[in-house]
């Protein structure tokens, strides 16, 4: 059986970077999609560094159909007609800028939910055709969705939007053996969240986890290979959430 073969994106640095480099390690195809070109082409480097075939599909925004379309194509080649698991990791958060509600640039909201909400969902209708029994898709959201954050409602917002869309989908897959689950980490400490926070990021709510440490990406990467895998084989539509205890299910 040939290895299978994962289309992750926003995989130009940070998280996406090290879902990737994840599967990777355990023999999978990759197939890298980012805005960032540049970052993409060298996680696909990176992946192939160890050991497992990649490919990158230029400038891609989850945002666009066409787009969408060609990163799935890109990934379906390179898995001889299949893709086995989508991660959708694309989202804004960097840039965004922490206001009180009336003050959120309405723009900037509605980049929020066509990047954060719509991406993934554009994302899976064209990966669609080539997923196929036994294939899965992790959509990543965030654990603020538990419990809110000030002067961030547009990122929360888009985030449980993922969490819904999330059960909406395993169902609808599921009629095909498609599981579809929700990836929740806490503050993970990224480039994104180094441009947030900056030195703060740090310690940013360590004093507020069971576990009194930071989260690195490696600490998120096991349980994204985890829902993606066969041990999580009848898990579906649910959320794993991933921020050393800040918050319990």
């Known amino acids: 059986?040939?290895?299978?073969?994962?289309?992750?994106?926003?995989?130009?640095?940070?998280?996406?970077?090290?879902?990737?480099?994840?599967?990777?390690?355990?023999?999978?195809?990759?197939a890298v999609a980012d805005l960032d070109a540049e970052g993409a082409a060298e996680t696909a480097r990176l992946s192939e560094e160890a050991g497992a075939p990649a490919t990158w599909s230029g400038r891609v925004d989850v945002t666009s159909a066409t787009d969408t379309a060609r990163a799935a194509e890109a990934a379906a080649d390179l898995g001889e007609g299949r893709i086995d698991v989508v991660v959708n990791n694309a989202a804004v958060y960097a840039t965004l800028n922490r206001s009180p509600l009336e003050d959120i640039d309405p723009d900037e909201f509605d980049l929020v939910m066509r990047v954060n909400v719509k991406g993934p969902w554009l994302v899976v209708r064209a990966a669609s055709p080539y997923l196929g029994a036994g294939s899965s898709v992790v959509n990543v959201a965030s654990a603020t969705v538990l419990s809110g954050s000030e002067q961030w409602l547009h990122y929360v917002a888009s985030k449980g939007a993922v969490v819904a869309m999330t059960r909406t989908m395993a169902k609808e897959l599921g009629r095909r053996e498609i599981r579809v689950n929700t990836l929740a980490p806490g503050f993970v400490l990224t480039e994104a969240s180094y441009g947030q926070m900056g030195e703060d990021a740090a310690t940013y709510g360590v004093d507020r986890g069971a576990l009194r440490r930071s989260c690195d990406p490696a600490d998120v990467v096991g349980a994204c290979l985890f829902l993606a895998g066969e041990g999580a084989g009848f898990v579906t539509g649910q959320t794993l959430v991933v921020d050393g205890g800040r918050q319990f299910l």
Do not use: E
Not at 11 to 21: I, K, P, T
């Open 1 to 30: 059986m040939s290895a299978p073969t994962v289309l992750v994106t926003g995989a130009a640095g940070g998280l996406g970077r090290a879902f990737a480099l994840g599967f990777a390690g355990l023999g999978h195809r990759v």
